[in-house]
């Protein structure tokens, strides 16, 4: 006998681990990562479409601490700029996801010769509503996207079909390549010269690859995730996101829950999964950045050495599992008035009685050049390669405390 109450209890429990994993997936991203993540997830929600313009500033209590968005410039990629525009013209959700797999066919320069065959077997789809729909595309911003070589693109670009440059560029596409103007103009009995200025006035005119103007590679590299400044006397937070400004196509979700329910219904809750999440990682930063100020403004300033946090004391100050922490801060970097740091340099594990400088300090000596002794500048300098960033007289304190004498009485 089939028990239905353990098995959805157990369905349940499957589907909230996918989430926490999913959840736990945004916070671990640095921005260069969770760029590309929002944008392939923007390209497989049809509900999902990107605003134009600056990021819209996330507004959080006020506290010691003022906080921004960096306003980094998003360059949109021609994948989103294409979906949009299908979200507008396909009303049948099926058009919608040829047309969806169609765009995400299309090369680095925009062309498609793509085997019509591949997406006939993806989408069910007949022959004949392929080629309507990539006609349709063939007509999208920008004009002589979706081409299958070049010479179509010049042509989809010339408006007049019956003008003269049109006749050249279709019957002769190899000669003009070749610049044979006086064999072209022999044939349409036309004189060279005009041949000659019709080609070169055509092609000032067309984009040989409108593609250039949108993001080939979706991401734009940053150098920090999290900005921290002291200004006027006050402490700014900027959390630096490179991340496209989305929202949900009302439109397109009523077209969506005409055709499909269930489908509508899986696609709002993870748009709106997705935009929870993305807030949360976002406030978490801040609020990480927050105690990271109030522990260490003097090194911050350059006025003392940093002081290592315990993961274990920010978790239980942010009600946070550890493990949370540990996540959020992975591989990202963090800019301060005094340089740009991985923000992990300034979290330990756990304090053990010797600090762990001062096991670095003493291992570095005993490993040093006996003929050639390190002075404390040059340990100072080995202990920043490891992440801890003291100043030379704090190196003499501590080798004063392991009773280790100076460089000068070491040789």
């Not at 400088?357 to 040093?368: A, H």
Request: glycine share 2%.
């Amino acid at each position: 006998m089939i028990n239905l109450s353990q098995d959805q209890k157990q369905l349940q429990k499957l589907k909230m681990t996918y989430l926490m994993q999913r959840s736990l997936k945004i916070l671990q991203m640095p921005n260069i990562d969770l760029c590309e993540y929002i944008e392939n997830e923007i390209l497989k929600n049809p509900l999902l479409e990107i605003i134009q313009g600056p990021q819209n500033n996330l507004i959080l209590p006020q506290s010691e601490c003022k906080t921004a968005l960096h306003n980094v410039p998003y360059k949109i990629s021609l994948q989103d700029h294409l979906i949009k525009q299908a979200k507008e013209i396909f009303r049948n959700f099926e058009d919608f996801l040829v047309a969806q797999q169609i765009i995400g066919n299309l090369d680095e320069f925009g062309y498609f010769d793509q085997n019509i065959d591949a997406i006939q077997k993806k989408t069910k789809s007949t022959e004949k509503k392929i080629e309507e729909i990539l006609k349709k595309i063939k007509t999208f911003d920008p004009i002589g996207i979706a081409a299958k070589n070049l010479k179509e693109r010049i042509l989809l670009q010339i408006e007049n079909k019956n003008s003269l440059e049109f006749k050249i560029f279709e019957k002769f596409f190899d000669e003009v390549h070749l610049k044979k103007f006086s064999y072209i103009a022999k044939k349409i009995k036309k004189p060279p010269a005009l041949i000659k200025q019709t080609v070169e006035n055509c092609l000032k005119r067309v984009k040989l690859n409108p593609t250039e103007k949108f993001s080939q590679n979706n991401v734009n590299v940053l150098t920090f995730d999290i900005l921290i400044k002291y200004e006027n006397n006050k402490w700014i937070i900027e959390i630096n996101e490179n991340i496209p400004s989305f929202t949900i196509n009302q439109k397109y979700s009523k077209i969506l829950k005409e055709n499909s329910l269930t489908l509508f219904e899986n696609a709002n809750f993870s748009a709106k999964f997705l935009m929870k999440n993305i807030l949360r990682r976002r406030k978490l930063l801040i609020d990480i950045s927050k105690f990271l100020i109030k522990k260490n403004q003097n090194f911050f300033l350059n006025k003392n050495d940093l002081i290592l946090i315990s993961m274990k004391d920010l978790a239980k100050d942010l009600n946070v599992n550890i493990s949370t922490i540990s996540r959020a801060i992975k591989d990202k970097y963090i800019q301060c008035p005094n340089g740009t740091f991985l923000l992990k340099t300034f979290f330990s594990k756990k304090f053990e009685n010797l600090p762990s400088i001062i096991k670095s300090l003493k291992n570095i000596i005993e490993n040093e050049n006996k003929e050639k002794p390190l002075n404390d500048l040059e340990i100072c300098q080995k202990l920043k390669e490891k992440g801890f960033f003291i100043k030379r007289r704090t190196v003499a304190k501590y080798r004063k405390m392991l009773f280790i004498e100076p460089s000068y009485k070491r040789s």
